[in-house]
């Protein structure tokens, strides 16, 4: 494995995993598109785009559901986002491709949750878990304030039944699917994406999740740990 495959830039992932250049405050395509999705990444379209400081948030928005099972994840998932900084929000179908559910902005540490889906606490939590992977990704990449992302565990680590998925989904984008294979499992396994957020958020995420050994490489390369040399 070269050391391009396990960090990349936050521009490039966005553009393997689905996000776009920079547009203008009004999508020059319409909406549901990339265009769309580009602008509210941006912060230049918030109509319908609200932030979520908690789960009352999306239950407010949902009065027919019910989050209590997974209101203590959620929350303290929030929680450690907020104190690395990164922004949740909750937004109108309108700035999504079909299909899409919610994605995280690797340069502008910013993560949004589509207002179609969420309804379902099952699906809001994979989601959370998903995109929040990629941040905390974005956290093992030196800091996340440096537009970088880097895989958090070994390839062959990562279960094979996820490893198949994340083959298959995004199979259009194959150069994606090193940071998303582990993003799926972790959108899968309760608790995973929180303990690596709350890593982050404490300032010991190379503690907890020693790098990989290229991952490492390009920490010390980049001044972010010391050589043992």
């Not at 908690?54 to 989050?67: C, E, F, K, N, V």
């Not at 900084?85 to 949750?113: C, E, I, M, S, W």
Request: proline share 5%; with cysteine.
């Amino acid at each position: 494995m070269r050391l391009r495959d396990v960090v990349i830039s936050g521009a490039l992932f966005g553009m393997l995993h689905g996000a776009v250049a920079p547009v203008r405050s009004e999508p020059t395509k319409g909406y549901f598109t990339m265009d769309a999705m580009g602008c509210m990444l941006l912060r230049e379209c918030t109509d319908g785009v609200t932030k979520v400081k908690s789960i009352s948030d999306i239950a407010d928005a949902y009065p027919d559901s019910d989050y209590t099972v997974v209101a203590d994840e959620f929350n303290a998932m929030l929680s450690a986002l907020d104190k690395v900084g990164v922004n949740v929000f909750l937004a109108d179908q309108k700035y999504y491709p079909v299909g899409h559910r919610g994605v995280y902005h690797t340069v502008g540490n910013n993560f949004f949750l589509s207002r179609a889906y969420m309804h379902r606490p099952g699906v809001l939590m994979s989601v959370m878990r998903h995109e929040g992977w990629h941040a905390a990704q974005d956290c093992m990449a030196g800091t996340i304030k440096n537009n970088m992302i880097a895989i958090i565990h070994n390839e062959e680590d990562v279960p094979k039944i996820w490893q198949a998925i994340a083959k298959d989904t995004y199979r259009h984008t194959p150069h994606a699917i090193p940071w998303e294979k582990e993003a799926t499992w972790a959108g899968r396994t309760e608790g995973m994406t929180m303990k690596a957020l709350q890593a982050c958020a404490r300032g010991e995420m190379w503690k907890v999740y020693p790098p990989t050994p290229l991952t490492k490489q390009w920490l010390e390369e980049n001044n972010y740990i010391k050589s043992e040399n």
